[in-house]
């Protein structure tokens, strides 16, 4: 079938409105309320209908909506839904953390920056360092995105469409930093949720309706068929619960947007959120599924080509520039999160609390290393994107790397016995044993495969009882964590190991939890948890309006 193209005109067309746009709203920031701190937290007084727009469009972004694709093209009809459904109980299950976060350190701007105050220097920078790499890869994922769609819909190359949309995300985030990438989100999510609720019917009709149930059957495998497929859930959302939940604690992104949001409105923002993510990930997902049904073969046999071609497969130009813009928001709103992310530790956790001495870093430097952060970042971010890495495979291996750091940054807000060789020492042991099984490194057989079962099935249980703790309290979560682990062990045992993907991620948990708890429980020494906002707070001394 041809695909519909833009055209190169109305495809530039197309980006100069959209991106100059955004850029005019920056404007409104003006230069003379320039501030170091709202600059990364965008004066901690962010109201509910921003703030919630700006955190549901962040954790919705290009590669997100791409990925969920995949999973429907790859899984069936129940891929979508383990991507889109655990992504969206993620924002709803750190919730209670956020909370616990704020009132502990209600001016502070980066969870690393909290852990420098917690247990020092070398905690906060692996943290800081793991946030790095995130959102650097996070970056490219986007650029890769919105790179794939240009070249689908105009004669443009990838490596044009990478540069342009890399261009404009950078043209309007450097003039003010998070306050720009929460304004412009408000305006961006309004269009992709409006675009969603045409584009996906539209794409539907258009290839055959409730007819291509029938006809494509035979296009699916009785895996793909089964909703509630086990090859799904072992390979796609198993490993994704994980991924995500650690997403959601290591990602500095969504951190920023905890410390914006007035502190009243942290439940009402996270809960529109889970609703707005999983309704709009699930219904793009279905595209992926869609095509599965009709036979559809992604071009180069690139799965990042696939929603874009589809669209282009069966839309006319007035469904595709609605398309267009909904993949182009939803890219530029998360990856406009990731340089405001990177930006605030550049500027936070390597100048502000270890290269200036204490009380004397200077806003107008931060400034500087905050706007030269950007730039930097978004050169690396195009290099990499330039290998057109698989972005479902990307995500979930980010996420299976920050799940060592779930259980020590959580415990290290409730467990004043948490120290900081326990946090270090456990994220280090519990990356040692994540790389050699993630990369097939060590072979899962015999004895060895019998210890990765066992520790994985306790990470079932670490996983479980983390989401329980932050609502019901340790017991309850220890409780339900025994539980889950208890009932997984027969089921567990001989049978994990041969999900690599799935392992590699529960043994992170599993590990770092041991380790973390080992040592803490050898330390006598109690922590005053008050000591965090008193070494956390501003750097500017006159606050500024956002």
């Not at 920078?125 to 689908?152: E, K, P, Y």
């Not at 529109?272 to 046999?301: C, D, F, K, R, S």
């Not at 040692?432 to 899962?444: D, N």
């Not at 567990?492 to 939890?513: D, E, K, Q, W």
Request: aromatic content about 12%.
């Amino acid at each position: 079938m041809q695909l519909q193209q833009l055209g190169t005109p109305l495809t530039i067309f197309l980006l100069i409105m959209f991106f100059g746009a955004t850029f005019v709203v920056t404007l409104s920031i003006g230069k003379k309320n320039e501030n170091a701190d709202a600059y990364m937290t965008a004066g901690n007084n962010v109201g509910f209908g921003v703030s919630a727009a700006s955190m549901t469009a962040t954790w919705i972004w290009a590669s997100s909506l791409y990925a969920s694709a995949t999973s429907g093209y790859t899984y069936g009809v129940s891929g979508p839904i383990h991507y889109g459904l655990w992504g969206a109980l993620m924002i709803l299950f750190i919730y209670p953390f956020g909370r616990r976060i704020r009132k502990l350190a209600p001016n502070a701007h980066t969870l690393a920056e909290i852990l420098h105050a917690r247990h020092g220097r070398a905690s906060q920078l692996i943290l800081a360092g793991s946030n790095v790499m995130g959102s650097l890869l996070s970056l490219a994922s986007n650029f890769i995105a919105g790179g794939a769609l240009i070249s689908i819909v105009s004669p443009l190359s990838f490596s044009s469409g990478v540069l342009i949309t890399a261009a404009g995300v950078l043209l309007y985030t450097l003039w003010s930093g998070l306050r720009a990438s929460i304004l412009t989100d408000f305006i961006q999510v309004c269009a992709m949720l409006g675009a969603v609720v045409i584009i996906v019917p539209a794409v539907f009709l258009a290839s055959g309706g409730i007819g291509v149930f029938e006809t494509g059957r035979s296009n699916l495998s009785p895996e793909q068929l089964d909703f509630f497929s086990s090859d799904a859930f072992f390979n796609q959302g198993a490993p994704y619960i994980a991924a995500v939940l650690a997403y959601a604690i290591g990602n500095q992104t969504i951190a920023q947007r905890l410390f914006a949001v007035r502190e009243d409105k942290i439940k009402m923002t996270f809960l529109t959120a889970t609703v707005g993510y999983g309704a709009t990930v699930i219904g793009v997902g279905m595209l992926g599924v869609l095509a599965l049904y009709l036979g559809v073969e992604p071009i180069n046999g690139d799965m990042n080509n696939l929603v874009p071609q589809l669209a282009a497969s069966y839309l006319g130009v007035g469904f595709m520039c609605l398309f267009f813009i909904m993949i182009i928001g939803s890219m530029a709103s998360t990856a406009d999160s990731d340089l405001s992310a990177l930006s605030s530790i550049m500027m936070t956790d390597v100048y502000g609390r270890n290269i200036a001495k204490p009380g004397c870093a200077n806003p107008k430097h931060m400034l500087f290393i905050g706007r030269v952060t950007m730039i930097v970042a978004t050169g690396i971010a195009v290099y990499i994107a330039s290998n057109r890495l698989n972005i479902l495979e990307l995500l979930v291996l980010v996420g299976a790397i920050w799940g060592a750091l779930v259980f020590p940054v959580i415990a290290s807000f409730y467990w004043p016995r948490v120290s900081n060789l326990a946090f270090t020492s456990s994220v280090l042991v519990a990356l040692a044993v994540f790389f050699p099984v993630r990369f097939g490194f060590v072979e899962l057989t015999g004895v060895s495969a019998y210890v990765a079962d066992v520790l994985a099935v306790f990470g079932v249980g670490i996983i479980a009882g983390l989401m329980v703790f932050g609502f019901l309290g340790a017991r309850i979560g220890i409780a339900v964590g025994v539980v889950i682990a208890a009932i997984s062990m027969p089921y567990g045992i001989g049978f994990l190991h041969t999900y690599p993907v799935l392992t590699a991620s529960l043994l992170a948990y599993a590990v770092s939890a041991l380790v973390c708890t080992a040592v803490s429980l050898a330390n006598k020494v109690e922590f005053d948890f008050k000591q965090i906002r008193q070494a956390t707070g501003n750097f500017d001394e006159e606050p500024v309006l956002s």
